[in-house]
């Protein structure tokens, strides 16, 4: 089983200044592993990356709010992102993942708790597409909520799975910009089908991530593009996160400093990086605080 590396532990003040009620739209919590285990089938083992980590990580950032996404190694215990809700005084949402035991009193303690959404990987690396029959059930259960979907995907889904993604009747929210490769270009089909999929007032997009879309490496400029092209595309229906402590990188561990720097790159206007960090994540996940 895979050993994934821990996030930067010297992480430095950013250059750029984060207007008031930031939102990281998409970091994890992994851990402590002797209070909450990670999963067995797990197709990685994080370090434990617990939630006072990351209220320090978002102070240094000037981080005022954040979506808990449960990631794959806590399998559908999610214990540890509804513990970090719990602790944030309102200022924290989650997105969970779910199995087949899930029930409707489930999905509505997981409301009451500060649950907004459920996260499906099609990634290969963590195991492919998602048993669809479960993802059809799931849809039908949640939709009444209010809930949205969270869509982990390769390029190639976007292409794969186009008719699915069409047919959802609730907002969707794809991650890490549908992890294209920034090598392959802007005229990509992949990426082609995520400007014509963010013309659908369901769906939204997550312009993070720029260290798995780079294929130039850090600082990760050649993500820059592809982001520029999606806010233009649907300013309303943005979102960005640090993707903290990033799980599965393979190359160079990102400085999250340095990411929040890098947005200064991916729009000139202040109203629209306003929405991008404030109004829209408000919009989705209506923080208590």
């Known amino acids: 089983m895979k050993s994934c590396q821990p996030p930067d532990p010297n992480t430095k003040k950013p250059a750029f200044k984060l207007p ?7 970091c994890h919590v992994f851990g402590p592993a002797d209070r909450f285990p990670y999963h067995p089938s797990r197709a990685y083992t994080p370090q434990d990356a617990p939630r006072e980590k990351l209220k320090a990580l978002h ?14 190694c806590h399998g559908p215990d999610n214990a540890a992102t509804l513990d970090a809700i719990a602790h944030s005084g309102g200022k924290y949402r989650g997105v969970a993942i779910v199995d087949e035991t899930y029930t409707d009193g489930d999905f509505s303690r997981l409301h009451d708790r500060g649950i907004r959404g ?31 979907l ?3 995907l390769d390029a190639r889904n976007l292409l ?3 008719g699915l993604i069409r047919s959802l009747p609730l907002p969707i929210v794809i991650d890490h910009m549908g992890r294209v490769k920034a090598a392959d270009g802007l005229a990509q089909r992949p990426f082609r089908k995520l400007l014509e999929f963010m013309k659908n007032e ?6 993070c991530g720029a260290e798995r879309v780079s294929s130039a490496g850090a600082p990760f400029h050649d993500a820059v593009p592809f982001a520029r092209a999606l806010i233009e595309a649907a300013p309303e229906r943005v979102l960005w996160g640090t993707d903290w402590p990033h799980p599965n990188i393979t190359g160079v561990m990102p400085n ?6 890098l947005v200064a790159r991916l729009t000139d206007d202040e109203v629209l990086l306003k929405k991008l960090l404030v109004d829209n994540p408000q919009r989705l996940y209506v923080f208590d605080a």
């Open 202 to 207: 369901n769906c939204w997009i997550k312009v």
């Open 59 to 72: 102070a240094i950032l000037g981080i005022d709010r954040a979506v808990i996404v449960q990631a794959s």
């Open 256 to 261: 999250d400093g340095d990411l929040v720097d």
């Open 160 to 162: 794969e799975f186009e």
């Open 118 to 148: 459920v996260r499906f990987n099609f990634v290969e690396h963590l195991g492919g597409a998602p048993d669809l029959g479960l993802f059809r059930r799931v849809v039908e259960r949640i939709e009444p909520l209010g809930w949205h």
């Open 150 to 152: 969270v869509l982990h």
């Open 20 to 26: 008031a009620g930031a939102c990281d739209a998409h």
